[in-house]
């Protein structure tokens, strides 16, 4: 089992940038895929961002290519989300998964993920 910890969030304003950080412990780190998803109220919880288990493969949401990028460093236990021109459409609550599914693939649907962090709010004010 593989316990997640979000941290990072925060209110900013548009255009500035964030870094979410993903504390990962229990089973090995590397042994899972990992993905940000981001959810807000009345909406379903949707992918930002997937890294393979040894980060050489990489998807991204439309709506954030070109601004977010995905990280993982294994030998630390850690996932991270850099977010860049936020926009005030950015602001969610965001979580941080890990799949169990194994192979070098990212994984784009949520019941692909196995463990949820508990969320950190992100707030970009316009």
């Known amino acids: 089992q593989v316990q997640l910890v979000e941290s990072g969030g925060g209110l900013v304003q548009a255009g500035d940038s964030l870094r979410l950080s993903c504390a990962a412990s229990g089973r090995t780190f590397s042994d899972y895929a990992m993905g940000w998803f981001r959810q807000t109220p009345g909406k379903e919880r949707e992918l930002v961002a997937a890294?393979?288990?040894?980060?050489?493969?990489?998807y991204y949401a439309d709506s954030v290519k070109g601004r977010f990028t995905i990280s993982r460093d294994n030998a630390k236990n850690t996932g991270s989300l850099q977010m860049n021109s936020l926009t005030p459409e950015d602001t969610a609550v965001y979580y941080c998964?890990?799949?169990?599914?194994?192979?070098?693939?990212?994984?784009?649907?949520?019941?692909?993920?196995?463990?949820w962090g508990q969320g950190t709010q992100v707030t970009v004010s316009s």
């Open positions: 890294i393979s288990w040894i980060g050489r493969r990489t």
């Open positions: 998964a890990a799949s169990g599914r194994g192979t070098n693939y990212v994984y784009t649907r949520v019941y692909e993920y196995d463990y």
